[in-house]
């Protein structure tokens, strides 16, 4: 029979988990040298995935380039053309320089009375970025002789039109659409009794549209709005030299410049001013002037003007309201 004491630690001692003796050596460089192997393997594996990569980013671009070629062979050209069907070079950009444009005009009449009437203008205007310059000269000259009758003197030649004016103008842009300006003109007309007549004025420029058309023709509207001052000296030189006194203008000047292709080679302009003096008592100057441009070549072009200049107080002896009509050559440099 077996005492409790014996079968207590028969019990302990099946509890008690087996020691286990510890590895050797060489079985720890085994292991450590199979972790090294898979780690080399596992390198070796990336290696290949990165070239396999990198080749299928080759297919693709070398694709995506094959399909660019495709399209453009594809997409309809766009090149001009000349005549004969080869393409043409597109222009070069327009090099920022004066454009000038100078024109000519003579009435000459003989018969039962001599008139001979010469008229020029002188234009020239340069564009860039921010800034607008332009110049305008113009002038006339005329001389009527009335008929003579047998057995009676040769009348005297009468001055007809003897007149200058030249104007400066600056406009700097705000936007494309606005602009502020600086203008300085001056002007003489002797048979209208003024000697020279000096004006100034600061303003803004409004741009309303400016549309250039497949056809070669074109549309433009532009509105002034300044304030203007002038001193007009004054003498009578037809038909006795006296002197007159002069006098001042000043006050808000409205203006318009409007030009409008009917076709690539016909084309209308129109210039309005106004300008109600403010000082030395009531006074009003419109002037209008209205223009047919037919282009006959690329530089040469005919013109026809006819012009409306409306003082409300003009020099004594004077009529208010003055009309030409002109014909004359005009050439575009």
């Known amino acids: 029979m077996i005492s409790v004491p014996t079968l207590l ?17 060489d079985d720890k460089a085994a292991a450590s040298e199979q972790r090294a192997t898979a780690a ?7 290696a290949a995935a990165a070239e ?23 997409a309809p050209d766009l090149t001009t053309t000349g005549p004969d069907g080869k393409p043409v070079a597109p222009p070069p950009p327009q090099p920022d320089v004066w454009n000038a444009t100078v024109g000519l005009g003579l009435i000459f009449i003989s018969g039962n009375a001599s008139t001979v ?16 310059y332009s110049a305008q000269a113009s002038g006339s000259y005329g001389e009527s002789r009335a008929p003579t009758l047998e057995g009676q003197a040769e009348a005297p030649n009468q001055v007809v039109a003897l007149n200058a004016a030249l104007q400066l103008r600056a406009d700097h842009r705000f ?14 007309d002797h048979v209208k009794s003024v000697e020279f007549r000096g004006s100034g004025e600061v303003g803004i420029g409004v741009i309303w549209w400016d549309v250039k058309r497949q056809d070669g023709s074109e549309s433009f509207l532009r509105t002034d709005l300044a304030l203007s001052y002038a001193r007009e000296t ?21 203006g318009l410049a409007f030009r409008h ?8 302009v129109d210039e309005l001013s106004v300008l109600p003096s403010l000082i030395e008592g009531s006074r009003l100057l419109v002037t209008n002037q209205a223009q047919l441009n037919v282009r006959l070549t690329r530089a040469l072009a ?6 409306v200049q409306y003082d409300s107080m003009p020099a004594p002896g004077k009529f208010p309201t003055d009309t030409s009509l002109s014909v004359s050559a005009a050439v575009t440099f």
């Open 9 to 25: 630690s028969t019990v302990l001692l099946l509890q008690t988990p087996p020691t286990v003796p510890p590895a050797p050596a």
């Open 117 to 132: 009437t010469l008229n020029g203008l002188a234009t020239a205007e340069r564009k860039s970025e921010h800034w607008i």
């Open 175 to 188: 936007t494309p659409q606005i602009s502020g300006y600086i203008l300085g003109r001056g002007e003489t």
């Open 52 to 74: 396999r990569a990198a080749a299928a980013n080759a297919r693709i671009t070398e694709a995506i380039k094959q399909l660019a070629q495709e399209i453009s062979r594809a």
């Open 261 to 268: 292709g009917l076709t690539k080679d016909v084309a209308f």
């Open 234 to 254: 004054r003498f009578q030189y037809y038909p006795t030299r006296t002197d007159l006194p002069d006098v001042s203008l000043g006050g808000p000047r409205a």
């Open 40 to 46: 080399a393997d596992a390198a070796e594996r990336a």
């Open 302 to 307: 005919i013109a026809t003007t006819f012009l």
